[in-house]
């Protein structure tokens, strides 16, 4: 059966300091993978979102990037983190247009 | 382009009260529909969908019709329960490899 993973669960970080966010998914191969933030009062936004390896599509100009080393990897980075960076984040996974999106547990960042 | 608007929350009920989140989407063509639930701390899950016009979904006792006419896709439950307090996201899917879109999510909070 198919799984995804992401870590850590929660995150405390600093104002300038760097992010590194890890998705995997078992089970499928070749899913689109997405990036998406919630933060309060805002919904849930798209961020990134990727259809294969190296290929990555960003819906929002922030100073986060993404990046998808293996088919079923997908990291989420960023240089240096701004107090606007906190929210939860949340990866997901697609096996084929109009099918049901899997979504991760999710990560609480907090910047501080 | 693609969008999804739902109600602004939050709302509170009692135990056993009818439960009714407003969704209305604007899309090109014909577009898949999806309810996703968020229990607290935890990420999002898919809660119904329906992919035609006249389509009902339903699951847990939630009920929701893909209404063209209207561009509706209103989410129902005749008996709430405390373990139904959760946010709600109304969704859809163009069918392409584009991202689903999602409402900014309604608060449910029920009060035994």
């Known amino acids: 059966s198919q799984t995804i993973h992401q870590w850590p669960a929660t995150l405390v970080q600093p104002v300038g300091s760097p992010l590194s966010l890890e998705c995997t998914v078992e089970?499928?191969?070749?899913?689109?993978l997405y990036w998406y933030r919630q933060a309060a009062g805002r919904g849930l936004q798209l961020l990134f979102y990727s259809v294969g390896i190296g290929q990555i599509s960003s819906e929002v100009p922030q100073n986060l990037s993404a990046s998808r080393p293996q088919d079923r990897q997908f990291i989420l980075s960023s240089k240096k983190l701004l107090l606007s960076d906190s929210g939860f984040y949340l990866c997901?996974?697609?096996?084929?247009?109009?099918?049901?999106?899997?979504f991760g547990s999710g990560t609480q960042l907090s910047v501080l | 382009g693609n969008s999804v608007t739902q109600m602004e929350g939050p709302v509170t009920l009692s135990e056993e009260a009818f439960l009714t989140i407003n969704c209305t989407y604007t899309?090109?063509?014909?577009?898949?529909l999806f309810w996703y639930v968020q229990y607290p701390g935890e990420g999002l899950q898919l809660l119904l969908k329906a992919t035609k016009a006249d389509d009902k979904g339903s699951n847990k006792g939630f009920e929701a019709t893909y209404r063209k006419e209207t561009t509706s896709f209103h989410l129902e439950k005749g008996s709430v329960q405390v373990s139904d307090s959760a946010v709600y996201f109304c969704a859809l899917s163009d069918r392409g490899n584009t991202p689903l879109v999602f409402g900014k999510g309604t608060r449910l909070s029920v009060i035994a």
């Open positions: 089970g499928t191969s070749n899913p689109n």
């Open positions: 899309a090109t063509g014909y577009p898949s």
């Open positions: 997901a996974w697609i096996a084929a247009p109009n099918e049901k999106l899997f």
